[in-house]
């Protein structure tokens, strides 16, 4: 089993930064897929990079490409989601994801464990 804890989200101008992490405990996930996925206020739950285990090839997509980073430190067990030029529409919940495999998925069916999440609010 695999717990996943988000933190790093809160409030911030349009056009500024935050850097969001994700703290795996029990299993390690060094052998895991780590997704970021976001999800609106009344809107579908999305997908926004993914990485994979050793970190060397990421995805991500088309609406934060050039803006958003994703990494990942597997000897702290640590996801990363660095976040630069954030607009209004980047306010959402934030979830970290895990998936056991080696295939980038942007699909959440694909993600075995999910975090709590961690409200991003983008002000104009």
């Known amino acids: 089993q695999v717990q996943l804890v988000e933190s790093g989200g809160g409030l911030v101008q349009a056009g500024g930064s935050l850097r969001l992490s994700c703290a795996a405990s029990?299993?390690?996930?060094?052998?895991?897929?780590m997704g970021w996925f976001r999800q609106a206020s009344g809107k579908e739950r999305e997908f926004v990079a993914a990485i994979n285990w050793s970190g060397t090839t990421s995805y991500y997509a088309d609406s934060v490409k050039g803006r958003f980073t994703i990494s990942r430190d597997n000897a702290k067990n640590t996801v990363y989601l660095q976040m630069n030029s954030l607009n209004p529409e980047d306010t959402a919940v934030y979830y970290c994801?895990?998936?056991?495999?080696?295939?980038?998925?942007?699909?959440?069916?694909?993600?075995?464990?999910w975090g709590q999440g961690t409200q991003v609010t983008v002000a104009a």
């Open positions: 029990g299993r390690s996930v060094g052998a895991s897929v």
């Open positions: 994801a895990a998936r056991t495999g080696v295939l980038l998925k942007t699909d959440s069916s694909n993600y075995n464990y």
